[in-house]
């Protein structure tokens, strides 16, 4: 017989569920069906919330999500601009925030108009400006696990395997500042309520340059509509990208999104990676 959660979670997960939130009842499964992440919209006493939960083997999205909640998201929250944590577990893999109404920005004309990404622009910074400090090793791990992912199995031609390798062979990495980062920043993870954008889905949040944070848009929506970098930047303020270190982001973030696309099913993700792969080898 299914589950209130539809076989989502595991006994205990649910158990634990239910104990903070009796008589729920399930409203939407918004799971993305392409790693073991459950994530369920539900209702108690007439509030929604969002259960998020992984498996044993995948503690690193959960973890990174009730980190973020525990010590950065706050800023954005006070602003109505991020969901407060509710309940969290970590030994469960098991995440309760409260439910943000709005539509996701991804697939509508707000992911193209200027005032998404002024308003884009004006939370990042709130974000990444509540703290910093000087990494002396993040750029050579960064690099480090770019390499490894091209000794996983991929679809990655031989010659650009060999150009991304020798590219990360020469690399000589400096010191950098890093800042609390959400690691998607994307339409995807951007709600609409009104005119008011919000931030969902803090799983790949870490400390990391700030730069790492405008990955995703440049290789998408800025790519596609020019005029959108410029509004981003009139709300965030001074750009802090740097020419070498920005070439040699985007080639890592190539080569990972290329391989855990294929390594994960993803066909229109991996083909965006391969894309990404020819642009940032174009540019050295």
Request: with cysteine.
């Amino acid at each position: 017989m299914e589950s209130w959660h539809r076989n989502r979670l595991s006994m205990r997960q649910a158990e634990l569920v239910e104990s903070w939130l009796p008589g729920l009842r399930l409203l939407n499964d918004l799971s993305w069906n392409i790693v073991d992440t459950a994530v369920l919209e539900v209702e108690h006493e007439r509030r929604r919330y969002i259960v998020k939960a992984a498996g044993p083997s995948s503690h690193h999205h959960i973890g990174r999500e009730i980190e973020a909640h525990q010590s950065s998201i706050r800023v954005l929250a006070r602003r109505n601009s991020a969901p407060n944590l509710i309940h969290s577990d970590r030994a469960l893999n098991l995440v309760v925030t409260e439910y943000l109404e709005g539509c996701l920005v991804e697939g509508t004309g707000a992911e193209y108009a200027t005032d998404t990404y002024v308003q884009a622009g004006i939370l990042l910074r709130a974000f990444h400006e509540q703290a910093g400090y000087a990494d002396p090793d993040y750029e050579a791990v960064a690099t480090a696990k770019a390499v490894a992912w091209l000794d996983t199995p991929h679809r990655i031609e031989d010659l650009v395997t060999k150009r991304a390798r020798a590219i990360f062979g020469t690399y000589e990495p400096e010191p950098v500042i890093v800042v609390p980062t959400h690691g998607d920043w994307q339409p995807r993870n951007w709600l609409m309520h009104g005119t008011q954008l919000r931030i969902i889905d803090f799983g790949r949040y870490a400390l990391r340059p700030a730069a790492s944070d405008f990955c995703r848009l440049a290789v998408q929506q800025w790519r596609a509509a020019p005029q959108l970098e410029p509004a981003f930047f009139e709300g965030y303020g001074a750009d802090p990208r740097d020419s070498k270190g920005w070439k040699v982001m985007l080639l890592r973030e190539a080569v990972s999104t290329a391989a855990w696309a294929y390594q994960v099913g993803d066909q229109k993700f991996e083909k965006q990676g391969h894309r990404m792969l020819r642009d940032a080898l174009a540019s050295f």
